[in-house]
């Protein structure tokens, strides 16, 4: 299985439109995070997780020519909002599966209603095809995956185990039976957002609290902001086996 970090910043990216932020002016290219989002393959299959503002720019960038599929993680926009970029994807390769929970669905479909359109569907817009996920294992293409439910303040989140590899992006809380779920990972990835705490994000010390706990071999932090400071800065900060993820990291696993 390969991981590719297709990106790793935060809802605004880095740089921030505007800042003059030391970190947004950093000429260090780790620092440059577009939206986050995470490509999966096994054997000859692939899916994104999330489908954020930055899609085109980090389809082109990864050089991914097809997607069996998207995941979403939840309804913001900064993990839905790239969705009609799957229009060159749709044409090479046909009908684009999502994956959501029931009312990230809804969202979606009212956001891109004329994607849903069946009758007098305009032409050249994308056509998905809706599988609604609950908190219980489904499979894509052969491979089981674990849904893992949690809390970002008060709107609910899946993460995603497959096989030892588990990714979870903008979560708060987390039940302890969720947190079984995640027991014996090779990689974690989970959001590490800033040093300060934050209302419906892990800052640095919940997030390295939570590696604690779930004990995985190594750990990933993402949907990171300029806020927590210069990448080689936090990675020489942190315990030998958890890192600061980055645009364009691959992991093989």
């Not at 010390?205 to 902001?225: D, G, M, N, R, W």
Request: charged fraction near 25%; hydrophobic fraction near 40%.
């Amino acid at each position: 299985m390969k991981i590719t970090f297709l990106g790793t910043g935060t809802s605004q990216g880095i740089p921030v439109i505007g800042s003059k932020h030391p970190v947004c002016l950093s000429k260090n290219p780790k620092d440059k995070r577009l939206r986050v989002s995470v490509l999966i393959e096994w054997n000859d299959f692939a899916y994104v997780i999330d489908c954020g503002p930055d899609f085109r720019q980090q389809m082109l960038r990864s050089r991914c020519e097809k997607i069996n599929g998207i995941l979403f993680t939840h309804e913001h926009s900064d993990h839905v909002a790239g969705l009609d970029d799957i229009r060159p994807l749709c044409y090479m390769n046909g009908d684009m599966n999502i994956y959501a929970h029931e009312r990230v669905i809804k969202s979606i479909k009212n956001r891109f209603d004329y994607i849903f359109e069946t009758e007098n569907k305009y032409p050249g817009a994308p056509t998905v095809i809706a599988n609604v996920i609950k908190n219980k294992p489904f499979s894509l293409s052969g491979l089981e995956v674990i849904p893992i439910n949690a809390n970002h303040y008060f709107v609910q989140v899946f993460g995603f185990r497959f096989n030892d590899f588990a990714y979870l992006t903008d979560i708060k809380t987390v039940d302890d039976d969720e947190v079984e779920k995640l027991k014996n990972l090779k990689i974690l990835v989970i959001n590490a957002l800033r040093i300060e705490p934050h209302i419906s994000h892990f800052n640095l010390e919940e997030a390295l609290q939570f590696v604690s706990e779930v004990k995985p071999e190594k750990a990933y932090f993402t949907h990171i902001s300029h806020l927590l400071g210069f990448h080689d800065e936090v990675q020489r900060s942190l315990p030998e086996n958890v890192f600061l993820a980055y645009d364009g990291l691959q992991l093989t696993i």
